[in-house]
């Protein structure tokens, strides 16, 4: 399985002799089946990959916990596994919303979670996730657009309509 992760880690390599390790990280998508990636082996395979990424002491890895974007629950990898094994940070990603990110940490599951449409939404994410406020839902549509409709237009808290 190494050779599968080799591209990636001649990547790591390069960046740490650049930049020092401290300063890497890495995102992995281990089971997604975006744009129709597919992986017979990918515990095999990314499992290879995050023992490697930890003997390298990288600062983190951002998993995408399931199908980019989609379902959570795609077998094929342990990420609690992965959490377990890798000793810098690791960060979540996919479907989390302000309950789920506060359980993921709380309970040790990841060290941070990143959010990807739902910044998108809401230019102040931050603050409103620390406020606990209502959030301005995604609209789909507008992803993968041209031009600022869907990606400048979503109103700050206290300009909401
Ligand atoms: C408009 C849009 C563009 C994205 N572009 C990329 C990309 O270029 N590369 C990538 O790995 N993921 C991309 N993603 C996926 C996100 O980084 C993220 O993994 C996904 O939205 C799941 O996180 P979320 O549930 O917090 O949105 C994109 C998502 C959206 C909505």
Redesign the pocket.
Known sequence: MEHRARFALEVVDACITEIGAGRVGI?L?PVTP?NDISDSNPQAVFGYLVEELNKRGIAFIHF?EGA??GARDVPGFDFAWARKTFKGAYIA????DRAMAIQAVESGHADAV???????ANPDLVQRLKKNAPLNV?N?KT??TPGPVGYIDYPALGNAA
């Open positions: 995102r998508s975006s995408v980019t974007g990603n996919n479907g989390y990143a959010f990807g449409r739902l910044f998108i995604p789909p992803f993968y």
